[in-house]
């Protein structure tokens, strides 16, 4: 296990340029799975170089950031944690960028990008089968629920998976890929040291005071997700696929996507167990470049349910800061 970064307590904001992204930062069911093969993906090449447009935050603008988040924990009685960064330039903007969270189902969009990267496509369309227990015991699975008899390939699982947050896909693609600790060591050959993964569902969405297994922070998934969607990590192909699943999260409308400004395109993967509410997201502005934000919450009450409204009145915050 990695040591973990310690708790940041306290909000704060930070706006910096970085000349790259780093990773600063579900117990299986019985259908048989393989080893995950070598990666076949072929990368993208690489943009031609250009020159980035000036920073389009400054001072005022994340003084104003930091007021805001910091009134909606007051309000909800919770802690936010934000980073977004701008994927040509490297302008970030980050509210307790580096305190740990429970990630909860946002896990599921890095499980399916590393089931494509690690998958060759004429093993994909293996069906797979479980039983009614498996789902039972997982949890919310409103796919996986109605194919008991039948099954499903892995790729209609890891779809799954990421569209509709089914827990039973996300661990039967975990076994296919090398469970949760094969999970955690890609994140880790793609930069992010942080993220710990360590259980399926629906164990991973109870965090233990203390613990950081199943936690990250919003500095550490900002910067892989920008991995996993630059076109280095996956091939062209199979980065159109990924951003097809997430454009098509059905669980994201309340969030990212209510929080972005008018016209702006998002593409998600959210999560939420009890007090704890996510959402990672591509958003890209009309005419603009992409964004990746991740927006992490939890009411600091453990008894207290989540509210959508707080991802995406923090989301809408942030993204003002970008709205030039």
């Avoid at 799975?33 to 993208?44: D, E, H, L, N």
């Avoid at 935050?57 to 003084?63: H, P």
């Avoid at 740990?100 to 399916?112: E, L, M, P, V």
């Amino acid at each position: 296990m990695r040591r973990a970064l310690p708790l940041v307590v306290g909000g704060t904001v930070a706006v910096l340029v970085l000349a790259g992204c780093s990773g600063g930062g579900s117990g299986g069911p019985t259908a048989s799975a393989t080893s995950s093969a070598p990666s076949t993906s072929t990368p993208t090449s690489t943009p031609a170089t250009r020159t980035p447009p000036p920073p389009r935050t400054d001072a005022a603008t994340t003084a104003t950031v930091r007021r805001a988040l910091a009134g909606l924990e007051r309000e909800y009685d919770a802690t936010v944690g934000v980073v977004a960064t701008d994927t040509v330039t490297g302008e970030t903007v980050a509210y307790n960028g580096d305190r740990r969270f429970g990630y909860a189902s946002t896990i599921k969009a890095f499980a399916a990008a590393q089931f494509l990267r690690s998958v060759p496509a004429d093993a994909r369309n293996e069906v797979v089968r479980w039983t009614a227990a498996d789902v039972a015991a997982a949890g919310y699975s409103p796919v996986t629920e109605q194919h008991v008899a039948d099954g499903l390939s892995y790729e209609q699982l890891a779809e799954a998976a990421v569209r509709m947050s089914d827990n039973t896909a996300l661990n039967l693609v975990l076994t296919r890929i090398g469970g949760p600790s094969g999970l955690d060591a890609a994140l880790t050959e793609l930069g992010d040291t942080t993220t710990e993964v360590v259980h399926g569902e629906p164990d991973l969405n109870t965090i233990e005071p203390g613990s950081t297994e199943d936690t990250t922070t919003p500095a550490a998934f900002t910067a892989a997700l920008a991995t996993v969607l630059d076109g280095s990590t996956l091939d062209r192909a199979d980065t159109a696929l990924l951003v097809d699943w997430m454009g098509g999260n059905a669980t994201g409308d309340a969030l990212i996507r209510a929080g972005a400004p008018d016209g702006w395109v998002v593409v998600d993967k959210s999560g939420g167990a009890g007090p704890i509410r996510n959402d990672v997201a591509r958003v890209t502005p009309p005419g603009g470049d992409p964004l990746v934000l991740s927006v992490l919450t939890t009411r600091n009450d453990p008894d207290a349910a989540y509210d959508d409204a707080l991802v995406a009145r923090s989301a809408s915050a942030v993204l003002g800061a970008f709205d030039r």
